[in-house]
């Protein structure tokens, strides 16, 4: 698969799968809306505190993220180890900060940047960093 595939899967999207491994080793999938870094290849996925997915990278920070065409006929996995940042503690904080970046690549401009802020603390948000360590995949030419 070309570089340029891979690119385009990415940053023609803002939907994927984030995998992740339960305690007994088998994959949990979620479902996310996420932005990427072109620059630093690296995903980035808002998620709260409490689900599954932040648990388990907690105890395994190994993931894999899986793209695909509209019609399915490419897909693109990128795998890594995840990082997490803190947890949303203030509106002001470093991690509401990127929480809005990640906002605004998926969706564009919140109505109310204010409301988003609070938000984000009373959901006990926090970043799922995901740099890609590598990539697999299959596109037709």
Do not use: C
Request: charged share 25%; glycine share 4%.
């Amino acid at each position: 698969m070309s570089e340029s595939i891979r690119v385009d899967l990415f940053t023609q999207r803002n939907r994927g799968v984030l995998v992740t491994l339960k305690r007994d080793g088998r994959p949990q999938m979620s479902n996310v809306a996420f932005s990427f870094e072109q620059a630093t290849q690296v995903i980035r996925i808002s998620v709260t505190n409490n689900r599954a997915k932040t648990k388990n990278l907690r105890r395994d920070p190994r993931a894999s993220f899986y793209v695909s065409t509209d019609d399915m006929s490419g897909y693109l996995v990128a795998e890594g180890d995840a990082e997490l940042s803190t947890v949303a503690e203030d509106p002001n904080d470093a991690t509401v900060d990127e929480l809005i970046s990640i906002y605004r690549a998926v969706a564009g401009e919140h109505p109310n940047w204010a409301e988003f802020r609070t938000a984000m603390v009373n959901e006990e948000r926090l970043v799922i960093r995901l740099p890609i360590s590598r990539t697999y995949g299959w596109a037709r030419s």
